[in-house]
């Protein structure tokens, strides 16, 4: 089949996550002369096909066939795609089974290649992603398969396709603040120690503050916060207790330890306590590697676009490859739709990404 063709059988599988709905083992199928080890855990499929061609580097394509729930909106069934003026309609359409279709496709048709070419998908990466990706390169390093490169198929186009591509993606610090005070009375302050009172005097230089100036390939990281509640909803009772919480999207110049150091400077003898959690690192592919490189010219080639270096937006399954080492970029089709009600993408973006994962496998030397 080609492959708008396979495109539209992928769409057609309600794999809500961590549910692959059977497309895995359709996948395993469709490329035969792969290798397939499946990575089960937790109720969370995966697989990692692969095929040694050459000596030379291992290039691995990435992505989920999970989706979300299509929820609510829909001008037609979400699992049976639906072609309208060129596009196609369906749960998964540029999130990401665009990306799956186009190399899936790409690698099947591939008769040559210097060295070997593999493909990983998991069933959960709109979920926890903890038995997804993370596991399966877990076990790659101790099975010695892991690649020297990877390209994740997200949804990373602005504007038209081709005109971006992701090196690299922010980092997410998430933090919980409690403020401890003393409740009381509200016609009586002065007994009490009211946590709302003393936040505020701190808020105005925390709130929305750039905890660095960024660089050439990273917005600045901002202190976020996100959920502030205290008190019984009285009029007449002070809260005892206040509870901030907070996230910061970081790039490579800020940690977690510098995120400590930031609260506790205006935090500092006000009795509080203080949690964070980093859900994902942050990482950057240097410009000048390989894989750049060869994406670059790919793109230009079947596109004429010249795609700018992004890394903008939340975070994805290309951070578990890059705290492997493993040089990581992400590029996809046009991302205005996903996870929305009738999400949809272009039959041409679905084919230009194909050829460009084409040209790529073709002139990876």
Same mark, same amino acid.
């Given at each position: 089949?080609?492959?708008?063709?396979?495109?539209?059988?992928?769409?057609?599988?309600?794999?809500?996550?961590?549910?692959?709905?059977?497309?895995?083992?359709?996948?395993?199928?469709?490329?035969?002369?792969?290798?397939?080890?499946?990575?089960?855990?937790?109720?969370?499929?995966?697989?990692?096909?692969?095929?040694?061609?050459?000596?030379?580097?291992?290039?691995?394509?990435?992505?989920?066939?999970?989706?979300?729930?299509?929820?609510?909106?829909?001008?037609?069934?979400?699992?049976?795609?639906?072609?309208?003026?060129?596009?196609?309609?369906?749960?998964?359409?540029?999130?990401?089974?665009?990306?799956?279709?186009?190399?899936? +496709?790409?690698?099947?048709?591939?008769?040559?290649?210097?060295?070997?070419?593999?493909?990983?998908?998991?069933?959960?990466?709109?979920?926890?992603?903890?038995?997804?990706?993370?596991?399966?390169?877990?076990?790659?390093? #101790?099975?010695?398969?892991?690649?020297?490169?990877?390209?994740?198929?997200?949804?990373?186009?602005?504007?038209?396709?081709?005109?971006?591509?992701?090196?690299?993606?922010?980092?997410?610090?998430?933090?919980?603040?409690?403020?401890?005070?003393?409740?009381?009375?509200?016609?009586?302050?002065?007994?009490?120690?009211?946590?709302?009172?003393?936040?505020?005097?701190?808020?105005?230089?925390?709130?929305?503050?750039?905890?660095?100036?960024?660089?050439?390939?990273?917005?600045?990281?901002?202190?976020?916060?996100?959920?502030?509640?205290?008190?019984? @909803?009285?009029?007449?009772?002070?809260?005892?207790?206040?509870?901030?919480?907070?996230?910061?999207?970081?790039?490579?110049?800020?940690?977690?330890?510098?995120? @400590? #150091?930031?609260?506790?400077?205006?935090?500092?003898?006000?009795?509080?306590?203080?949690?964070?959690? +980093?859900?994902?690192?942050?990482?950057?592919?240097?410009?000048?590697?390989?894989?750049?490189?060869?994406?670059?010219?790919?793109?230009?080639?079947?596109?004429?676009?010249?795609?700018?270096?992004?890394?903008?937006?939340?975070?994805?399954?290309?951070?578990?490859?890059?705290?492997?080492?493993?040089?990581?970029?992400?590029?996809?089709?046009?991302?205005?739709?996903?996870?929305?009600?009738?999400? #949809?993408?272009?039959?041409?973006?679905?084919?230009?990404?194909?050829?460009?994962?084409?040209?790529?496998?073709?002139?990876?030397?």
């Amino acid at each position: 089949m080609e492959v708008i063709e396979l495109f539209k059988r992928l769409l057609s599988f309600p794999s809500v996550t961590p549910d692959d709905a059977g497309s895995l083992e359709f996948i395993a199928e469709y490329l035969e002369g792969f290798h397939a080890l499946h990575f089960d855990k937790n109720g969370v499929k995966n697989l990692f096909l692969y095929k040694k061609f050459g000596e030379g580097d291992h290039l691995c394509f990435a992505g989920h066939v999970d989706v979300v729930p299509p929820g609510e909106g829909w001008q037609s069934d979400p699992f049976e795609p639906i072609e309208r003026d060129g596009f196609i309609y369906a749960r998964g359409a540029q999130d990401m089974k665009s990306g799956v279709a186009a190399f899936v +496709q790409a690698c099947k048709e591939a008769k040559e290649f210097n060295g070997t070419l593999s493909i990983l998908l998991t069933s959960d990466e709109e979920g926890e992603a903890k038995w997804g990706t993370k596991y399966v390169l877990q076990e790659l390093k #101790r099975m010695h398969l892991l690649p020297d490169y990877a390209i994740v198929a997200e949804p990373t186009c602005e504007q038209c396709f081709g005109d971006a591509i992701k090196i690299g993606r922010r980092g997410s610090i998430n933090g919980v603040i409690e403020k401890i005070g003393k409740q009381g009375h509200a016609a009586y302050p002065e007994k009490a120690v009211n946590p709302i009172h003393k936040v505020a005097q701190v808020l105005p230089k925390m709130a929305g503050v750039d905890l660095d100036e960024g660089d050439e390939f990273f917005a600045p990281s901002k202190f976020v916060i996100t959920d502030i509640r205290a008190g019984m @909803e009285v009029t007449n009772v002070t809260p005892g207790k206040l509870k901030m919480m907070f996230n910061v999207r970081n790039n490579t110049k800020t940690t977690m330890q510098d995120v @400590e #150091r930031f609260v506790h400077k205006f935090f500092d003898g006000m009795n509080y306590t203080l949690k964070l959690s +980093q859900s994902a690192k942050p990482f950057l592919t240097d410009p000048k590697s390989k894989v750049v490189q060869v994406i670059d010219r790919a793109i230009q080639k079947v596109t004429g676009i010249i795609p700018k270096h992004s890394t903008a937006g939340g975070t994805s399954d290309a951070r578990f490859f890059a705290e492997y080492g493993v040089k990581t970029i992400e590029f996809g089709v046009k991302n205005d739709a996903i996870h929305a009600p009738n999400e #949809r993408t272009h039959k041409d973006e679905v084919i230009g990404l194909y050829r460009v994962f084409k040209e790529v496998i073709a002139s990876f030397e």
